[in-house]
């Protein structure tokens, strides 16, 4: 929690320029992501989205793991048919999800060990959070994974699937996604991760001229320390170590007050416009597009969170996001609820892990039909 610095507010801009905001419904599409689809066998992802179809969601936010894909080091690492790779689970994931008539923003993470030097990150995670030894390595993968899934590559037993958004990584700014932040007192997340991107985002525009890549994917932190980079500082080392012009811009945002409190809590949604400005300052960077690819707002107490809202507030706030100035702007294409069901560690479902729907789900099939996706993010675009 700090005080703000002078709000840039985006909305102003925009009136300034004699540019009118849209009404409600015109500017971001909800979406939605299914965590346990990622921990699901290539048999039970059908099953999987036919629950996220049940919602009306015309977007799926899906965590691709790069160790799963990719268990043993290929020879040919960009030919996506080399034998080392296995793509049973991500063919069911993106093909099943696009024929399902949804689209997919696929987040690549959780690097196999062979990329990692036998290494793993922090102890006590299910995945690797270690950073990949070469970039290149990463960008080689991205490159296979964007010529399968291009809409042109013929995919045995598949047809052609066309999946366009790709993120870089999830939450890169944190220990527990991408280890480590620190080399001593120097910075060492943050220039790995430019590399990786500056190496990838060409890599997939090659492989798929109509992709979108996205990077910053940047996790909801106030400050840094030992745990990761605080927002704030992560957007300004994509600046300092030289993020290059081609990508859009992600955020995660979890704030423990209400979408429309006015607040000094960073990040939240009143205070977004702060990242905004950092954003606009990359190169082409008031031209990027800022994806909200993670929100919610928990029912329970968690691991990481004291706040625990009822679930009539989650339902009402979940509402409340599309009433915020800029998420009404054309600038943020889709907001992107997590989860579809709780979990331990974070009980932000519009389902009950025991089962049964929360309130939140009728708000969310309410918002599917008021702000539906728009231009590329429409299925079958």
């Known amino acids: 929690m700090r005080v703000t610095t002078p709000k840039m507010l985006a909305t102003a801009a925009a009136l300034a320029a ?9 500017g971001a599409a909800i979406g939605l992501q299914d965590d346990r689809m990622a921990a699901s066998q290539p048999q039970d992802i059908p099953g999987r989205i036919a629950l996220v179809k049940a919602t009306g969601t015309q977007v799926l936010r899906i965590d691709l793991f790069w160790a799963t894909a990719a268990p043993t080091r290929p020879a040919n690492a960009t030919d996506h048919l080399d034998p080392a790779y296995n793509w049973a689970w991500a063919d069911a994931a993106l093909c099943g999800t696009i024929k399902a008539g949804i689209q997919p923003i696929v ?3 959780n690097a196999p060990g062979w990329a990692t030097g036998g290494k793993l990150g922090v102890k006590g995670v299910v995945w690797n959070s270690k950073a990949p030894t070469n970039p290149q390595d990463y960008a080689d993968f991205m490159s296979a994974l964007a010529t399968r899934y291009n809409g042109v590559t013929q995919i045995p037993g598949q047809g052609t699937c066309n999946v366009k958004f790709y993120e870089i990584w999830n939450e890169p700014n944190l220990q527990i996604y991408l280890y480590p932040q620190y080399s001593g007192k120097k910075v060492a997340s943050s220039p790995k991760y430019v590399k990786m991107a500056n190496l990838a985002v060409p890599a997939i525009k090659a492989a798929n001229p109509r992709a979108v890549p996205i990077t910053g994917v940047t996790g909801p932190k106030g400050k840094s320390d030992q745990s990761g980079r605080g927002t704030l500082d992560w957007v300004k080392d994509l600046k300092k170590y030289g993020l290059k012009a081609g ?6 945002i979890y704030p423990a007050v209400p979408p429309l409190k006015k607040t000094t809590i960073f990040p939240a949604w009143d205070t977004l416009d702060e990242v905004v400005a950092e954003v606009n300052k990359l190169p082409g960077g008031k031209s990027k597009k800022i994806y909200i690819t993670e929100a919610s707002y928990t029912t329970a107490r968690t ?4 706040v625990a809202f009822t679930l009539a507030q989650q339902a009402t706030y979940m509402k409340d996001i599309f009433k915020v100035p800029f998420v009404k702007s054309p600038r943020v294409p889709v907001v992107i609820w997590f989860q579809y069901v709780d979990n331990v560690n974070w009980p932000g479902g519009i389902t009950f892990d025991a089962g049964g ?3 939140s789900y009728r708000s969310f099939q309410g918002l599917v039909k008021t702000n539906p996706p728009k231009g590329n993010l429409r299925p079958g675009s």
Do not use: E, N, V
């Open 18 to 26: 004699g540019a009118a905001l849209p009404a409600m419904g015109m």
């Open 107 to 109: 987040t690549t993470w």
């Open 247 to 252: 990508s859009q811009y992600s955020q995660h």
């Open 303 to 306: 691991p990481y969170r004291k």
């Open 357 to 359: 729907q929360k309130p």
